[in-house]
């Protein structure tokens, strides 16, 4: 992933920022009545629910490298959480000028906290309680993670005021799907005389049995090639805050 210094604006203007009381239950166990607090069970329950991911700074992080950070996040849910990674969806935001501005981004340079990324990478999560969907952003300076509404009016804005070549895409994969699929070898961060444009994560490059290096499908907007859904921004804000 690589920051790219473009005129973004047609003009610049912010859009508007978008308790039960505890019963007791009587329940036979083995064969004897003992009571049980439906409050706690029901917080247990919901706890079962809750993706666990460590805070940020805990967190596998190489700058430039969202790809394999988001591809970390999942092997973390994978390994600790395996029932929850069906909730899990790997999101490639990009399009065919490469050129993606995304605000509140951590980029030193960013002017008003905004990125113009070739390619940008999150994670999101939706709650089997239907709860709202949190965005997972390694390179956000918002909370990690935040709702999707938040994430939605300060991150992604809207391509209203965006010149057309600005307008996002996005790919949509399950989880369980980008870890069985991605693999890079890291190439597209290295000059043309071998040299690295950004130092690379300290882990080996992910590789599957079929490839080596397929981050190009990935990145890519055009829908005969790559895994997952397609979608424009608004098709994009409806799937995961549809009210």
Not at 153 to 170: I, W
Request: aromatic fraction near 12%; charged fraction near 25%.
């Amino acid at each position: 992933m690589r920051r790219i210094v473009f005129s973004v604006y047609c003009r610049l203007s912010d859009p508007d920022n978008i308790a039960a009381s505890a019963t007791l239950l009587c329940l036979t166990y083995p064969g004897k009545p003992y009571l049980v607090n439906s409050s706690a069970l029901g917080m247990e329950l919901k706890s079962l629910k809750k993706l666990s991911i460590p805070e940020a700074q805990e967190c596998s992080y190489t700058p430039f490298y969202c790809e394999e950070n988001v591809w970390k996040l999942c092997e973390y849910v994978k390994n600790e959480q395996p029932d929850l990674l069906q909730y899990c969806y790997v999101v490639f935001i990009s399009n065919e000028n490469k050129t993606v501005p995304l605000w509140h981004q951590r980029s030193k340079s960013a002017e008003n906290h905004l990125t113009v990324w070739d390619y940008h990478v999150i994670l999101i999560y939706t709650p089997p309680d239907q709860g709202e969907a949190l965005v997972y952003d390694l390179d956000s300076m918002l909370s990690f993670p935040v709702d999707f509404s938040t994430y939605g009016s300060q991150t992604l804005r809207s391509d209203f005021l965006l010149k057309p070549e600005y307008h996002r895409k996005f790919r949509v994969i399950p989880g369980e799907v980008f870890l069985k699929k991605f693999a890079s070898d890291r190439s597209r961060m290295k000059n043309s005389d071998g040299a690295w444009i950004k130092s690379p994560p300290p882990f080996p490059c992910i590789q599957t049995s079929e490839s080596t290096n397929n981050l190009e499908e990935f990145i890519s907007m055009k829908p005969e090639t790559g895994v997952g859904e397609l979608m424009n921004l608004n098709q994009f804000i409806e799937r995961y805050f549809p009210d």
